[in-house]
């Protein structure tokens, strides 16, 4: 009997050693980075939307002032000049 031990599989860093390891390693980074890039997706698309809304409701409360202080807008203007 050998009173060696095996061959480590990872070196000093926590980086595998052979091929077999490192593929598992490699297919286990490429998923944990595909979960954030997924989750900062949906971030940026809610943010997005998010955004959206806000511009939509801009825009409804600067169509109301401006009905209230009686300024007609382009589109108002285009259709009384061609009445």
Known sequence: MSDQAPPPTTTDDGAPTNSQDLTVFVQNL???????????SDAIIGRIDEMGNRIDDLEKS??????????????????????
């Open 30 to 40: 490429l998923e944990q980075m595909q979960s954030r890039f997924s989750q900062m």
């Open 62 to 83: 600067i169509a109301d002032l401006m009905e209230q202080a009686g300024v007609e807008t382009q589109g108002e203007k285009e259709m009384n000049q061609g009445s």
